[in-house]
Structures are given as structure tokens and as C-alpha cells.
């Protein structure tokens, strides 16, 4: 009991010692212990999860929080998050294993996953993914910009053709108007070897790319963003129809993704206002 007593009193009296150098009331400073965010700020943090569909940490609700003027260490965020319940939506398991593949006949491996690039419209990927409705499956193709993972086109249809992944790269096209060559990277899937995409990209002019088969490595961005897709929002829906999933993934490219979602690569920006930013600021040089 001695031994409690001489601890808590030093313990005391530290807290009093920083209290006088920081120039603060004791009583202020337990009661931020007790509280240390204000109930506005934890309105705040509820109000941007909900606002991001459920899907945001603590990373992220921190750094909205900091964008809001409110003052706290993401150590509390991340303890306040929990008590409240809200915690970030958790990907899909990789299966384990070496993946080599064997590279292209036709077209070599340009990008060699140099996924960092300096300039928009310089490097996209595309790839397809599938989507399950009651009324049977719909295929998903999407064009991003590695610059600023924003992505550029994209296309659902009933059937992996080749005008699905065609429709996905003209909506990039017409978008964008890129001034010089682009490199877009894609899979050896049959829809990227086929006459009419060879046909579009020579009209057109730009590089083409494949990773090596079966290596999804090589495509990782895209693997990236359809992960994001489908642990934050497809796979909590159960869709009834092939209209009502492209409405959702209108959502969430469209209204979310590119606008709203925050990226860790960008600076805690979303992709169209990191391209602002970065726009402004080579403007004003």
C-alpha cells in the first residue's frame, strides 16, 4: 500500500509539473483524458464513415477529422472508433503461392509494373472483373490512369467481349484526349489479343502492354481497385438485376471513387482532386 501511495503521488505530481510548463489547469487536462475528442468531432467521425459507405478507418476518419480544424492523434480515433463500432471494411484473403507465368508471344511486358508514373495519361490499366446478379452474371471493364489511380473508362455488359473492354478504352479516349502515346497495360485475356482491339489501338496510337499469364502481380492496380470495389460494396448487396449493379457501380466509381475516396498513394487525396492540385500547382510555377 506504501509503495501505491508514493507511485500515485508521483504520478500527480508530474501531471501538475507538465501542467505549469504547459501553462494549463490540471482539471482541463484530466477532463480531455476523460474526453478526448468533443462531441461535435465525434458527430463528425460517424457523419464521414457513413458518408463513405461504411468503408473508412481510422486513418481516414483522422485525416477528415484533421481537414475539419479538430485537433487529435490517431491513436484516439482509433480507440474511439472501436468502442463506437466503426472500423474499415476488411479485404479478401490471397491464396499463397508463387506466381511466375509465362510472358506474351505478341506483345512484351512495357509497363514491368512501373505503377508510379509522373504525368496523367502516360500509363493506363485495364482489366475485367464479373459481378453477380440474380439475373446471372455482369462483366465489369475498367481503364485506369496510374498517375492518379483515377479510373479513366469503364463498361458493364452481359458477355466478356471484346466490345465490352473496347467500350471501357474509348470512354478513356474520349475523356482524356491524350496529346501523346499512352501505354495501357492489360492481361492475355482473349478480348486483348483479339483483331478489334489491335485494330482500335493502331487507329488510335497507343503502346500496348500484357503481363505475363496468369500473373496478376502485373496488373495490380486494377486487382487493387476491383478488391476496393467488391469489399465495400458489392459483396454487402445482393443485386436483383443487371441495372441495379451498374447502378451501384456508377456509384461508386463516379460519385465515390474517383471524387471522394481518400488514397494513401495521393496524399490523403482522392483522384480528381489530387490531378487539381497537381494542376494548380505546376500552373503556378
Partial sequence: MRYAFVAEHR?????????????????GFNASLKSPLS?????????????????????????????????CCPNRVARLAGLAGIKARIGYKCRPGSYGGKPSRVIDNTLV??????????????????????????????????????????SMQNRQTTDLVLQALLMAVWRRKP?????????????????????????????????????????AV?????????????????????????QDVFDYIEMFYNLIRKHVRNGMLSPVEFERQQMMSTEGV
Fill in 11 to 27: 504520478v500527480l505530481f508530474s501531471v501538475r509539473a507538465m501542467c505549469r510548463c504547459l501553462r494549463i489547469q490540471p482539471s
Fill in 39 to 71: 462531441r461535435r468531432a465525434k458527430e463528425d467521425a460517424r457523419q464521414t464513415w457513413e458518408e463513405s459507405g461504411k468503408v473508412y478507418g481510422y486513418r481516414k476518419l483522422h485525416d477528415d477529422l484533421h481537414d475539419q480544424g479538430e485537433t
Fill in 113 to 154: 509494373r512501373q505503377f508510379d508514373v509522373a504525368a496523367p495519361d502516360k500509363a493506363w490499366v485495364t482489366d475485367i472483373t464479373y459481378i453477380r446478379t440474380q439475373e446471372g452474371f455482369a462483366h465489369l471493364a475498367v481503364v485506369i490512369d496510374l498517375y492518379s489511380r483515377r479510373v479513366v473508362g469503364w
Fill in 179 to 219: 496529346k501523346g502515346k499512352v501505354l495501357i497495360h492489360s492481361d492475355q485475356g482473349s478480348q486483348f489479343t483479339s483483331m478489334d482491339w489491335a485494330s482500335f489501338l493502331k487507329a488510335h496510337n497507343p503502346e500496348h502492354s500484357m503481363s505475363r499469364r496468369g500473373n496478376c502481380h502485373d496488373n
Fill in 222 to 246: 486494377v486487382a487493387s481497385f476491383f478488391n476496393l470495389l467488391k469489399r465495400e460494396y458489392i459483396r454487402r448487396r445482393t443485386y436483383r438485376s443487371r441495372d441495379e449493379a451498374r
